[in-house]
């Protein structure tokens, strides 16, 4: 939920930093602030939910190095970036990478508040679809390898009796198989099954270097 994630606020202007973490509160939100990126590394973890804030020129890393290290790691925190020098070419850069916005100093609160806010949901719902996937993932790990196979066929739509001549089985092994997929699935439908193949393979594409 929004109210239990937090605001991490990157910068190494003392004051500047300490403002963004006074409005952050100041909405009900939590907020930590950091004097630089590379402290922010150090004292992050993934498993903490929220959105990240960070100005774009400081010393040692950038915003930009700082998010495209977090792109490294594989941490999908939502980066919002905070800059007082725009550059399309920094802004284009930055958005190619993710970012929620880039934010021309001075903004209005509301602005900073309302990519605050995107930031958390967009937090949220990759977490919740991370789960989702995970819980899938664990469904397919159960599955034996002639279960897999026949769980391949049946989503590219083979009827049962195809199936068993080109696996050479007989179609009641078929038919059990098929039983086991479901049930291991917890697949109610085709159509559900169906789905759950093409997110698998979608993560599958997405992981591959």
Partial sequence: MIRDATVFVVDDD????????????SMGLN???FPSGEAFLEAYTED????????LRMLGMSGLELQ????QRGFKLPVIVITAHPRTSLTVRAMRRGAITLLEKPYEDNELWD???EGI???ERQRTEEIRRQDVLQRFNSLTDKERVVMDMMVEGLANKVIARKLDVSIRTVESRRHDVFEKMQADSLAE???MAVALRTDDKRDSP
Avoid: H, K
């Avoid at 495209?68 to 792109?71: A, K």
């Fill in 14 to 25: 003392d004051q500047a930093r300490e403002s963004v973490c006074a409005l952050i509160r």
């Fill in 48 to 55: 903490r939910p929220g959105c990240l804030v960070t100005d």
């Fill in 68 to 71: 495209e290290t977090l792109i």
């Fill in 121 to 123: 949901e967009q937090d």
């Fill in 193 to 195: 099954l169906v789905r």
């Fill in 115 to 117: 990519a605050i806010r």
């Fill in 31 to 33: 907020a930590e602030s």
